[in-house]
C-alpha cells in the first residue's frame, strides 16, 4: 500500500487516501482507523466512487475496525482497465489483490457491482483450494438472481449522464428523478467527489465510459447478469454471510431472496425499510447498525 495523501480524521473524513495494487493496476481507497484493527473493506456499486458509503467508513472505525473504501478499476480515481476490458472476472481479481494485502482476513461489504465481484473472488479461490478469502461477507442489496426491472433503471440512468450536465443542479436533477424517495440536497457541491468539469464545461459521472458502452448488465458485462456463474459463486460460499436488502429495491426480489437462503442456507437476511437499491445512502443509520452488529460478532475486534 502507499499513501497519496493525508487528510483530518476530523467527523467523517478518511485519515488517508492510499493506491492498492489490484490486478495489474492500482486502485484509489480511503482509509478510516489504526493500521493494526481488523479491516473491513469497502467496494461501492457500479457507476460509483469509494465516497458512496456515506459514514460508514468512521462508524467502522470507531466500533474498532480499519475500514478501506475502494474505487473499483475504471472508476474515479483508480486506474482505468488499458484494454477497455470489463469483465466482472477483472473486478473479483482486484478484490482478491486487495484482501490479501492485509495480515489478517477481512471483511468484504460489496454493493452491486462490488457483491457480485466479491462472491465470484470467494468462488475463484476456492477453486484453486488457496487459503480463505474473508473472515466474512455482507452482500448489499445484491444477490446471484438480480431483477431486470431494476437493472435496466440503473443502465437507463447511467446512460443518460454520459452526455454531462451543465451545472451540478442539473446532475442533482438526475439523481432525484432516479431515486424519487430520497430527499434531494439543497446544496449540490458535495456531488463534486463524483462529477468532473471536463474543457467544455460540462460535468460528467467520473468513471470510464467503456465500462458501460455496449453493455447492459448491472455489473457492466454485455447482457444481463450470468445468473448461472453467480449461482455457481454462491454455492462454493462457507464464511459467514449477511444480505442487507433495501425493502424497496427493485434488484434484490422476494425470489432472489428465497433462492440466496438455497444457495448459501447459513446467510442471514435484513430488509431495511425506507430504502431501494442504495441502501447505505437511502437509510445509513439503519445500514450501519445491521453491518456493525454483524461484523463484530464474526469478527471480533479484540
Known sequence: MSSMSSTSSAGRDPIETIRLQGSGL??????????DHPPVVLLHGGGQTRHAWG????????????SVSVDLR?????????DGNYDLQRFADDVIEVARSFDRLPALVGASLGGLASMLALATVAATGDAPLASCLVLVDVAPRVEDEGRIKIQEFMRSGMRGFDSLDEAADSIAAYNPH??????????????????????????????ISGRSGVDGQRGRVNH???????????????????RMSDI???????????L???????????????VAGDRNDAFNQAVIDFVTREMPND
Request: proline letters at 8%; hydrophobic letters at 35%.
Open 26 to 35: 492500482t486502485l484509489a481507497a480511503d482509509v478510516w482507523g489504526e493500521p
Open 74 to 82: 475504471g472508476h474515479s480515481d483508480s486506474d482505468w482497465s488499458p
Open 228 to 246: 448461472e456463474r453467480m449461482q455457481r459463486s454462491a454455492r462454493t460460499i462457507t464464511i459467514p454471510t449477511l444480505l442487507v436488502r433495501g
Open 264 to 278: 448459501v442456507p447459513h446467510a442471514e437476511i435484513v430488509d431495511v425499510a425506507g430504502a431501494g437499491h442504495m
Open 182 to 211: 430520497r430527499p434531494r440536497p439543497k446544496d449540490p457541491s458535495g456531488l463534486r467527489k463524483n462529477l468532473r468539469e471536463r474543457g467544455d464545461g460540462r460535468w460528467y459521472w467520473h468513471w470510464d465510459p467503456r465500462f
Open 252 to 262: 434484490v426480489s422476494d425470489e432472489s431472496v428465497r433462492e440466496l437462503r438455497e
Open 55 to 66: 459514514g460508514a467508513g468512521a462508524v467502522f472505525a470507531r466500533a474498532g475496525y480499519r
